[in-house]
């Protein structure tokens, strides 16, 4: 028990540290030179009919969202809502690690071990949601910046989140093509069990297109968001402009190391991104607040009703899982599933 202990403290130590570090620094930077005083007369004066419809709009879009996941489970049977919990559990995950990477993980474990789908299925599905979710990030960015006029010093930024995302396209589909071309995957687990998956959804395109739809409007919805905090704000910032800068902001905040509730990271790029446009910095990091509320509190709250529930122990069983795997030299059979 002891040695458990002391490898999970050191394997933790270090991605904590570096949340701690990276997230306070950025979140000090996002506060530096406020006039709280500004920052409190300015949260007062919210209008909360417009926060109430934020909440309201990011609903709809999560169960969109999941909604979509639905539709890429072409060979499995499972309710939109419960993809809807285990989809909110998984993000609401993700917002107690300063590393953001325990959303799939938890995902995959409640589906294979709690709901009995098959891994293969599961991990392909995720993968082209991702595939998905960084197509549509470049989509409309490129769409907003057809639309409505960027300043020069804000170019950085977009090139930044499309290169990100077209890195993270070919990386998927570089994997996908790994596991239905290389004739070696069979040997390798997650290639084994994501082949045949990913074959079936390559066959289903009307879905898939579908399923792409629907992601469009989800981060559409996102942005709907953002500009209601800013409606409540009385900030004078066109739709396309704050599109912009909810998807630079939100992907800059979920990928960099920070602090739990990505504190820090996203109020940082908040306030930066804003000061671009003209807004004042005590506005600036007023609407970073309440749209960070808008954005992360409702998944962490049905992570921590959820997660106990499924059973936290799910990520160590799927390490087990995996450790009996990599002992097995044989094929494995795709189409099993978990015990």
Known sequence: MRSHWASWRSSTSIPIGLGIVIGGSLGWLAITGIEWDLVDNTLKSTNPRWLVGALLVLSIGFYLRALRWRLLFITENIATRRLFLVQCAGAGANNFVPIRLLSEPVQFGILTLRDNLRSGSVVATMGVERILDLSSNVLIIGFSLIIASSP????????????????????????????????????????????????????????????????????????????????SLEMNVTFPSILMVVLVAFIFGTLVPGLPLVSGTFHFASVTLLGYWGVDREIALSYAVLHHFVLFLPPTLIAIIVLPREGLASVGKIRFMFKEWQANRHPIDPTKRIP
């Open 152 to 231: 020069e010093n804000f170019s950085a930024y977009l090139n930044g989140t499309a290169a990100f995302s077209a890195a993270g396209i070919v990386l998927l589909l570089g994997v996908g093509l790994l596991a239905t071309r290389w004739g070696k995957s069979q040997k390798l687990p997650l290639l084994a069990a994501f082949r045949p998956a990913l074959e079936a959804l390559s066959s289903q395109r009307k879905q898939v297109a579908w399923a792409f739809g629907l992601t469009l409007i989800y981060w559409i919805l996102v942005g709907v968001t953002g500009w209601m905090v800013a409606r």
